[in-house]
């Protein structure tokens, strides 16, 4: 088994943070991972991506060139990364600041109201989460479970966050089937 | 558990754990979370960070820092490690052990902060004047970073010399789990006799110094350097090997890049062709006699160097294959990196 995601979006949508929280998941879950941040002059508002490679065995390369699976949290992420991903693969796109759909025919686009659930989950910074409900729920690579657990351990520090974060990603686990 | 570190970090706390408690640093991309780091951590563990007003006075605190016996290291990243070359040589001379790190970002000049690897050359055939080495290490991963800096000042105080640790902006900021070295005790490590502590009564002065007027007296401590570097390469060089056993084509990278290719090489098995890596983990001493038996397989068509530069490493794989087979260049530069699919199109165009 081996997952390669790349999860994009502007600057301090906590598109870097989504993808430890998957690298800290796979951790737990005691699978191999690497996560390997863009990095340069980005900042709010800017774009950010980061590359997240789960496997059961060493993960060899860190760099992808073709992803199973893209989270684009904004447009211009959808724009950049959708040629790229691997035929059969999933986009899992945050409508709530994309007003167009995929164009791929052989891959499988989801799209998630994120901004609406965050506002809903009593956040707007907890979109990034909701789509991590969205991932988990759809790839099944980790337990729903698994995942809240690390939610908390990772928000430790600011216990206040907590509820808000585990229900903006329950209601984006449950908007799947 | 293990623990999800991102490789400046991993590096800092290695260094920590290997005795490290004199860091002297100037902020540069890609590399700044180990200063960052070590701000606090010295801190906690009473050992001493200075953010120095320039990478020259970094180098030459750990200078001062390394003759007084203290673990001492710094960090920067190509235009900074340009910078601290006349420091490296003197240490060099002065037979001082120390641990520079360098996370490399493209070049030359300012150049970008993306990763590359060009700087090669620099690190392993000396950037300062003089004849000297260091012991120079291609991690290509975190845990591998970690392993390589928990032992980098054993090294460099059994053979007096520094340890660079070659890595890339991608290496400093990519994140892995680690399990970490457990902390070493200090008080335990051997005492250096030639440190400079105070004079004391009735002890031998010491003096650390790398100017020698006599020439013969310069060529004898050059050959006493060359005698440990040729000690080095008995002891300590390291490279993995995969699936070289029926490889016809033998790729070969360092450091990030190596483990890109070993992707590259499992992608091209699935395709049929037979292809292994060769990854050096130290970079000087370099692992000549590794691509060297390989070279004379029957099996082994032509190598390939895949780096992250206009071609530097290939020169050391060209000394070591000796002419006995051809060896291929494919490289990416100005903080571009490869993927593993590069890669594999860069092979069946050569194959083809």
């Known amino acids: 088994m081996e997952e390669k995601i790349i999860i994009a979006g502007f600057g301090g949508q906590g598109v870097l943070s989504l993808g430890q929280l998957i690298a800290y998941a796979a951790i737990h879950d005691g699978l191999e991972v690497t996560w390997l941040p863009s990095y340069g002059p980005e900042m709010r508002g800017g774009t950010s991506n980061c590359s997240v490679v789960v496997s059961d065995k060493q993960v060899a390369s860190p760099v992808i060139a073709k992803p199973d699976c893209l989270i684009a949290m904004n447009k211009p992420s959808l724009f950049k990364f959708e040629s790229r991903v691997k035929e059969g693969g999933i986009i899992i796109i945050n409508s709530s600041l994309t007003d167009i759909k995929a164009k791929r025919q052989d891959v499988k686009a989801y799209y998630i109201d994120a901004n609406d659930i965050a506002l809903e989950a009593g956040n707007v910074r907890t979109a990034n989460i909701a789509v991590l409900g969205a991932y988990v729920k759809l790839r099944g690579l980790f337990s729903a479970d698994t995942v809240k657990q690390v939610i908390e351990q990772q928000f430790a520090a600011k216990p206040k966050v907590i509820p808000a974060n585990l229900k903006a990603f329950e209601l984006g686990y449950n908007k799947f089937d | ?20 408690r004199a860091f002297f640093g100037y902020p540069i991309t ?229 483990r890109i290719a070993k992707s590259a090489v499992n992608m091209l098995r699935e395709k049929g062709i037979k292809a292994g890596l060769i990854r050096p983990i130290t970079l000087y001493p370099f692992p000549s006699k590794a691509y060297n038996d390989l070279a004379k397989k029957d099996a082994v068509k032509q190598f390939i160097c895949v780096e992250l530069s206009m071609g530097q490493m290939i020169e050391d794989v060209k000394l070591a294959v000796n002419g006995l087979k051809e060896v291929k260049f494919y490289g990416r530069t100005g903080g571009n990196v490869v993927s593993p699919e590069d890669i594999v199109n860069a092979v069946i165009k050569e194959v083809k």
């Open chain 2, 30 to 258: 890609p590399q700044n979370e180990i200063p960052e780091y070590m701000s606090w951590r010295q801190n906690e563990v009473g050992g001493t960070f200075v953010q120095a007003e320039s990478e020259v006075a970094a180098i030459n605190m750990v200078y001062g820092a390394a003759s007084a016996g203290v673990r001492a290291m710094t960090s920067s990243s190509s235009p900074g490690i340009s910078l601290k070359q006349e420091g490296i040589s003197y240490i060099c001379g002065a037979e001082l052990p120390c641990v520079i790190v360098n996370m490399v970002r493209s070049g030359p000049g300012l150049g970008g902060i993306q990763p590359a690897q060009s700087d090669y050359f620099q690190a392993v055939k000396g950037g300062g004047h003089g004849d000297y080495h260091m012991l120079v290490y291609g991690p290509s991963g975190v845990q591998e970073s970690v392993d390589i800096m928990y032992q980098a000042f054993d090294k460099a105080e059994k053979y007096r010399c520094p340890v660079m640790i070659l890595g890339d902006g991608m290496l400093g900021q990519m994140m892995e789990a680690v399990e970490l070295p457990e902390m070493k005790d200090i008080s335990k490590l051997p005492k250096q006799e030639w440190a400079v502590t105070g004079k004391g009564r009735g002890k031998t002065r010491k003096i650390i110094n790398s100017l020698y007027i006599q020439p013969d007296e310069l060529e004898e401590v050059t050959h006493r350097l060359f005698d440990r570097y040729a000690e080095m390469a008995k002891n300590e060089t390291a490279s993995e090997e995969y699936m070289t056993q029926d490889a016809e084509i033998i790729l070969t990278a360092y450091g990030t890049v190596g």
């Open chain 2, 1 to 20: 558990m293990k623990k999800l570190m991102k490789g400046n970090e991993a590096i800092a706390e290695a260094a920590v754990r290997a005795g490290c």
